[in-house]
């Protein structure tokens, strides 16, 4: 399993968007962490089945109802250490 370092732009701070993704991640199986960024940005490193990160990124997309997503940077990195997904804190 190979991971993503995801960085997520656009009004994605104050609207639920990391529980949100914990949220679907943990749905869709998928393994690693989100944080929000110092310049308002939210970052994920994700790992998982291919289909289901790539449904989990399809989703951040659109994000949460209050989100405003304008990018998505997708990055390759190592997988996590520990299974499971969780909030990471900000970077």
């Known amino acids: 399993m190979d991971g993503k370092l ?3 732009r656009g009004r994605v701070q104050g609207v ?3 529980d949100w993704m914990q949220r679907e991640a943990t ?3 998928v393994h690693g962490w989100v ?3 110092r310049d308002g940005s939210v970052e994920a490193l994700v ?7 790539g449904a ?6 659109a994000g949460p109802p209050l ?13 996590p250490a520990e299974p499971g997904f969780h909030r990471a804190p900000t970077a």
């Not at 790992?47 to 990160?53: L, Q, T, Y």
């Not at 989990?56 to 997309?61: D, E, G, M, S, V």
């Open 6 to 8: 995801v960085r997520i």
């Open 16 to 18: 639920g968007f990391r």
């Open 27 to 29: 749905q869709l199986g």
């Open 35 to 37: 944080r929000n960024r």
């Open 47 to 53: 790992s998982g089945d291919p289909a289901a990160v």
């Open 56 to 61: 989990l990124l399809a989703a951040c997309r």
């Open 67 to 79: 989100a405003r997503v304008e990018s998505i940077v997708e990055d390759f990195a190592e997988p």
